[in-house]
């Protein structure tokens, strides 16, 4: 990825260039010490003065009013807040009318900025206040002030907190009176410009000790610059999150969100004042030092899959390439290209009014449709369909350019949402929510419904990135997230009634993936890359989890990495300084897998016995489990050397119906409470109760005796010879209750458990007994 860097021959303005703000996505305006507004139209290259201000305003800041009012969209913005050197903010029409002038600051106004909604304005001046105004020029509030100027200022991602200059130092204060105000030394100069993007929700900050720095928005340093010649005079997020624009002395530089960078250009500039990036991202704008304009234009993305890589050559030109046969295909666009995505075989291209949809089997007839909003934010892919989303909202189509459906729910923010925050697999859209963020929204896709009961989930601590598995069949979907302590956790999305139980995986996770071709999981752990074959078998037999686990030291992907996909067998990890790692992973695992989903259970042992690995029979184990095949899984349990599980599979053939099976199978599996309901539904109300006390609830055992009128005696008789092995007396006020003038007869107790097992044994034997154990639900 670089920079295309247009500049014309001859600056339009006499003077230094203070700031740039775009109107459209096509059209610029700048404002100078030469006392002149200009806009630049870049469709038609013409520049036109708007007005030119009075002598004694010399402009600083300016930021238009924000085009997104609630779901209410605006094409374009129609007034904006410049910020003066007399101490006023005036308020400017698109036509260049001031529609008013208001008295802020002793000193000048260094920067103004509107909040995300549009509702309040916030102003910062040589005097060292933080003043915050209504819509319409109102002082609400003085937020903060302090005996040295404020440099700039920025919003935080929900429009509650401010963050501000002080000196060396940063300061992120919230609107709320008497909240926590956090404060860090972020430079060893004086810090000159801020940004916090409401995406991603990291901070930019640029300092005169020539560096430029990331953090997180509890202050904690993620990135740091080397320093550089000259102080930065300017940093701005792109509107998505992913990448920044660092401008310094002749300087300019495009940097990813993680710090590193992508290209350095050095054009002739002078100090790049203030930096702005167009609303759909493509193309950055700059204020120079010696009267110029600079114009940027983000080209050379990548996009890879398979054999496939896919590059933007120019503004409205992609190159594709297959590097088996090195074919070169040649896309033209009518439009410039805002966003792609390449994956599961089809390349799927937004420009600013139309999405293309190419199969990679044919890059010449492209599937073509217009865009309600144009400024695509955000595209996921699933095998069968994609999601777009825009401004005004989030659409599911079809590969055939069909459109599915459009999910929605109460306090949507399109705008801050990314590839971590949603997720698609072919049945199931997953929406972390941003107000509460314990919080998953679940979709049917096909619908947009919500999911099953209409039950969110929700989880106790923050969620930070989610994904959804993507194979396998809709009941079995499951989510996997990572929580804000950095804890690895998966759940299922059906969620009908009961609640799902979330189980942790993992701890320290800073980053996961789950394959496209199974339903296998990666993700870098503390100091280690960990791939779990069959994340499933925490729901089948936990304690064989880590023998299902394929973990490699992870130091040498250096500080930070984070993976950007799975495909196949190939997982692709980014490291800190931008360089890509690509690992494979065994290959056997994924074919295990398609052996199961098709039932081949012979050939998924013979696969084993030719591999001979334990993950792989640990995996087939769990597989078998959650089948119910007791058969292959007594040979793979075997195999790892569990000889009591073996023997307690083997204890289950012997039982002599197919309720009794299936519930020891549910026990074997650790679900307790289905395998007593499957007793009870069948009329075994004894066996119910027998594993109950086998597992020492003695509470419920009496209570289902109590309740179904029938072997009181016998649980008391169980409770009376426990209670007698540890030499204890009986102490729990129910047993005593029922236990009062009660003899216990041993004798008449196992006539009454004979007698009920050959009843149970009968009943098995008039019913047509089944061969397999392991009958499919």
Same mark, same amino acid.
Do not use: C, P
């Given at each position: 990825m670089r920079l295309k860097i247009s500049l014309l021959k001859e600056p339009k303005h006499q003077e230094l260039v203070s700031c740039v703000g775009w109107n459209t996505a096509e059209e610029l305006y700048s404002c100078s010490d030469d006392h002149q507004i200009v806009k630049w139209n870049l469709l038609t290259s013409e520049t036109s003065q708007i007005v030119k201000l009075p002598d004694d305003i010399y402009p600083i800041d300016l930021h238009w009013f924000p085009k997104s009012l609630g779901m209410k969209k605006q094409t374009q913005a129609e007034s904006f807040v410049l910020t003066s050197s007399d101490g006023k903010f005036h308020l400017i029409s698109k036509l260049g009318r001031v529609e008013k002038s208001v008295e802020a600051h002793c000193g000048a106004v260094l920067a103004g900025r509107w909040n995300y909604e549009g509702t309040a304005l916030v102003t910062v001046g040589e005097d060292g206040q933080i003043k915050i105004w209504s819509k319409t020029g109102m002082l609400r509030s003085t937020l903060a002030q302090q005996g040295t100027p404020v440099y700039s200022v920025a919003w935080g991602p929900d429009s509650e907190k401010v963050l501000y200059t002080a000196g060396k130092q940063l300061i992120i204060k919230p609107l709320q009176p008497n909240s926590k105000v956090l404060q860090w030394k972020a430079h060893d100069g004086i810090i000159l410009k801020v940004d916090w993007n409401s995406v991603n929700d990291l901070i930019l900050s640029a300092g005169e000790d020539c560096k430029y720095k990331v953090w997180d928005s509890y202050g904690r340093p993620l990135y740091s610059s080397q320093p550089h010649e000259h102080p930065i005079t300017s940093v701005a997020w792109a509107p998505d999150g992913e990448l920044f624009a660092v401008g310094s002395f002749h300087t300019l530089r495009l940097c990813d969100k993680t710090g590193w960078s992508y290209a350095l250009e050095k054009p002739n500039t002078g100090s790049i004042f203030n930096i702005t990036w167009s609303i759909d991202g493509t193309q950055i704008a700059g204020a120079c030092g010696n009267g110029h304009v600079v114009f940027a234009h983000v080209v050379e993305q990548r996009w890879e899959w398979k054999d496939f890589q896919v590059t933007l050559t120019k503004r409205r030109t992609m190159q594709v390439r297959n590097v088996l046969n090195d074919a070169v295909d040649l896309l033209e666009f009518r439009d410039r290209v805002i966003k792609a995505s390449l994956?599961?075989?089809?390349?799927? *291209? /937004?420009?600013? @009014?139309q999405c293309y949809v190419f199969s990679t089997k044919n890059w010449n007839t492209p599937l073509i449709f217009d865009l309600k909003e144009?400024? *695509? /934010?955000?595209? @996921?892919?699933?095998?069968?369909?994609?999601?777009?989303?825009d401004g005004g909202g989030i659409y599911l189509y079809s590969y055939e350019g069909r459109f599915l459906s459009s999910p929605k729910f109460p306090g949507m923010r399109t705008d801050i949402l990314n590839a971590q925050t949603v997720s698609l697999s072919n049945d199931t859209i997953a929406i972390k929510d941003k107000a509460d963020e314990k919080i998953i929204f679940l979709f049917e896709a096909s619908t947009g419904k919500p999911l099953g009961d209409g039950k969110l989930l929700s989880h106790k601590n923050e969620i930070l990135e989610?994904?959804?598995?993507?194979?396998?069949l809709t009941n079995d979907r499951k989510i996997a997230f990572i929580d804000k302590n950095r804890d690895l956790c998966i759940t299922s999305v059906k969620r009908f009634g009961k609640e799902e139980q979330i189980i942790k995986l993992g701890t320290m996770v800073h980053s996961l993936a789950w394959s496209d071709t199974c339903n296998i999981l990666c993700g870098l752990q503390d100091t280690r890359f960990t791939v779990w074959y069959y994340p499933n078998t925490v729901y089948v037999d936990r304690d064989i989890l880590p023998k299902t686990l394929y973990e490699r030291d992870a130091s040498e992907f250096s500080k930070n990495p984070h993976i950007v996909s799975f495909v196949g067998n190939q997982v692709t990890i980014r490291r800190a300084d931008g360089s890509l790692i690509h690992i494979s992973i065994s290959p056997y695992p994924a074919i295990l897998h398609e052996y199961v989903s098709s039932s081949k259970w012979e050939d998924a042992v013979r696969l084993c016995r030719f591999v001979k690995e334990q993950t792989m029979w640990a995996c087939l184990a769990a597989m078998a489990v959650a089948n119910r095949d007791m058969t292959t899984a007594e040979i793979a349990y075997a195999a790892i050397g569990e000889i009591d599980k073996v023997q307690y599979i083997n204890s289950i053939k012997n039982l002599p119906s197919k309720e009794s099976k299936m519930a020891h199978i549910l026990m074997f599996s650790g679900n307790i409470q289905e395998a007593e309901m499957v007793l009870l539904q069948a009329g075994l109300v004894y066996q119910a109760i027998q594993i109950n006390v086998n597992l020492y609830n003695w509470e419920r055992a009496l209570e289902l005796a109590v309740k179904y009128k029938t072997h009181v005696d016998t649980v008391l008789a169980y409770r009376q010879k426990f209670l007698e092995t540890f030499g204890k007396q009986e102490t729990n006020k129910r047993y005593l209750q029922y236990a009062?003038?009660?003899?216990?007869?041993?004798?008449?107790?196992?006539?009454?458990?004979?007698?009920?097992?050959?009843?149970e044994r009968e009943r098995s034997s008039s019913s047509q007994p089944s061969k397999n154990i392991g009958l499919k639900h």
């Open positions: 994956n599961y075989a089809h390349l799927v *291209v /937004s420009t600013s @009014l144009g400024t *695509v /934010s955000l595209i @996921l892919q699933a095998e069968r369909h994609f999601l777009l989303v989610i994904a959804l598995d993507q194979k396998g009062e003038g009660l003899e216990i007869d041993w004798e008449k107790i196992k006539a009454k458990i004979e007698m009920e097992i050959t009843k």
